[in-house]
């Protein structure tokens, strides 16, 4: 079955990274994975939307998701910015990087202090609390996309030693406190 | 064989690498740079032993790996839209010269307004250069199609240069699974650039591309000609060996989607034509008996696959990403050719300036098109249409 999501990030927020991450661990699963980024003219700060589908088998479309299942969010300022019934479907699951639990209509949301956890590790660049591998591993657990030893896995082909420590460390706190 | 999750650009790079090359020549273009920044990190690392030229322009770009070529060596070079525009005079001395450069051009729209997104309008403006011209549609063939370009342009009875594209961010940028070969069986597989009869090194002299009588312009072309001709051949054989290989699906010039049994053949190019595929999918359970070809190679133009599919369905609908103004949609204008009015040819026009088409709008144009057909509205031999639902009218 083909399943949709959208990623929603502000440019310099590794939305992007984190579609690729969770792409990386369902094929770590033997599954299909496509991530795809949406560019324009984005620069540092602008939203940018990427996409992630799974298949069990390969996926032949390359055209953009239209109608994803699960939106993830990465800054609840995203959500003040858009106009939330025209960009997220209202049978949609969210999950939202916030350190309280949003209310989107019906829909159904999830939350995790993705930021909180990125500056308690000191996961901070150029001013930025660096909140993908968090909102990967959330995104994983929520959407049931992989398990933590995938997407653990998968941070090994982006990320390199102290590096990679802190991430897994950020994916593993998220993937527990995502609720 | 092990899969990872690659970046279109980055699949590209992971195969030059594989390829062993000699000389890689690189200027930036959006959405291409990725894949000669990739490079420079091989080499820097020393995963890749070869020589990294930076140059000032794309012509230049291409006038690099040129010389390299002529002296021998294994090359590789990439660009995109107007950087592609830019090697335009170098294209024909490339090809005129017999060399087997290999270069991806990442699909993108030529401006005005400036606008990075795909469309094949770059790659399909310089068709009747001499170059083999490849179109990938997934990540995976695109460093499928890069290897296999080496092998064909190499062979002795090609000896062209191939240009391997592949649609901007829609591929380029796209990250999906690819079964990554091992490197020794690669370099099993394509070895060395065979030796030049004839060197470009100091202290040897002779002349290259000098004036000549007008008599060997023209045969240097038909030489051209022949060497393109014998590529369907090389390619078709290049494919097969590859697939079994590296299994693979062997596809050749053309894979075939469901055409059987199609009364209805729907033919296109690019990274879309899984959009299309999913579409005939779905029409199939609606009862529309739809097929699919989609063209791996523009140049060598797949003439006998496409005469024997499309003379044996009702209609074709050919979809393109580029027009030739005043005629029609490029693939249209030369399957027309090919099929020489034996069969009704719809041609639609889509997609210009990276304009997103999902499976949902080949649903709605591959039906219109079987409907027109079936209601005998489709009474002359070809129709050109633009598809732009944003359009009232369209």
Do not use: C
């Not at chain 1, 949003?102 to 901070?124: C, E, F, H, Q």
């Not at chain 2, 990250?175 to 009869?197: A, G, I, M």
């Not at chain 2, 709605?364 to 070809?382: C, H, N, R, T």
């Amino acid at each position: 079955m083909l399943r949709e999501l959208l990623i929603l990030s502000r440019g310099g927020q590794g939305g992007v990274t984190a579609s690729r991450i969770l792409a990386s661990a369902a094929a770590l699963e033997g599954r299909w994975a496509q991530a795809i980024p949406e560019f324009g003219a984005e620069r540092r700060g602008a939203i940018v939307r990427s996409y992630l589908r799974l298949s069990d088998k390969r996926i032949l479309r390359h055209s953009s998701v239209r109608r994803p299942e699960g939106v993830v969010v990465f800054s609840s300022r995203i959500l003040e910015l858009i106009d939330v019934d025209k960009v997220i479907p209202v049978d949609s699951t969210v999950l939202v990087n916030s350190s309280v639990r949003p209310r989107l209509g019906g829909r159904v949301v999830y939350s995790v202090d993705a930021t909180g956890i990125a500056l308690k590790l000191g996961l901070v660049i150029a001013g930025w609390p660096v909140v993908n591998t968090a909102m990967a591993s959330a995104a994983a657990r929520v959407f049931n996309i992989a398990s933590l030893d995938s997407i653990v896995g998968a941070l090994g082909e982006y990320f390199r030693g102290k590096l990679l420590e802190v991430n897994v460390e950020a994916a593993k706190i998220a993937w527990g406190e995502v609720a | 064989m092990k899969v990872k999750v690659l970046m279109g650009n980055t699949a590209v790079a992971e195969a030059v690498r594989m390829a062993d090359v000699d000389v890689v020549s690189a200027y930036p273009i959006t959405p291409q740079t990725i894949i000669v920044e990739r490079i420079a990190d091989m080499v820097e690392r020393g995963e890749l032993k070869a020589r990294y030229v930076r140059v000032e322009s794309e012509h230049s770009a291409l006038a690099v790996v040129y010389g390299a070529s002529a002296s021998g060596a294994r090359v590789f070079t990439a660009t995109s839209s107007h950087g592609l525009l830019y090697m335009y005079e170098m294209l024909w001395w490339v090809a005129n010269s017999r060399l087997p450069i290999v270069m991806a051009v990442v699909t993108r729209a030529i401006g005005p307004p400036w606008n990075i997104h795909s469309d094949h309008q770059d790659a399909l403006t310089v068709r009747d250069a001499g170059w083999i011209i490849g179109f990938a549609s997934s990540v995976e063939e695109a460093f499928d199609m890069t290897l296999q370009a080496y092998r064909v342009g190499e062979d002795r009875r090609v000896l062209l240069p191939v240009m391997v594209s592949l649609d901007g961010f829609t591929l380029s940028h796209t990250s999906e699974p690819v079964r990554l070969p091992e490197e020794s069986e690669v370099r099993e597989w394509l070895p060395p650039r065979e030796p030049l009869p004839f060197k470009l090194e100091p202290g040897s002299y002779f002349s290259v591309g000098n004036l000549g009588p007008d008599e060997v312009t023209m045969e240097l072309r038909w030489y051209v000609w022949r060497a393109m001709e014998r590529a369907k051949h090389v390619i078709r054989e290049v494919s097969v060996d590859y697939a079994r290989r590296f299994d693979r699906s062997t596809h050749s010039l053309v894979e075939e989607f469901k055409t059987g049994d199609a009364r209805y053949l729907v033919v296109l190019a690019g990274a879309w034509s899984g959009d299309a595929m999913e579409a005939a999918d779905m029409l199939r359970d609606e009862g529309y008996p739809v097929g699919v070809a989609r063209l791996r190679y523009i140049r060598p133009f797949p003439a006998e696959e496409l005469r024997e599919l499309a003379t044996s369905v009702r209609a074709v609908l050919v979809i393109d990403r580029a027009v030739s103004m005043g005629h029609m949609g490029v693939i249209a204008g030369d399957l027309v050719a090919t099929t020489r009015g034996k069969v009704v040819v719809k041609n639609i026009i889509a997609g210009l300036g990276g304009v997103d088409m999902g499976p949902e709008d080949f649903k709605s144009i591959i039906k219109g098109f079987v409907e027109e057909y079936e209601s005998g509205a489709l009474d002359s031999w070809f129709y050109t249409e633009w598809y732009m639902p944003w359009v009232r009218g369209r």
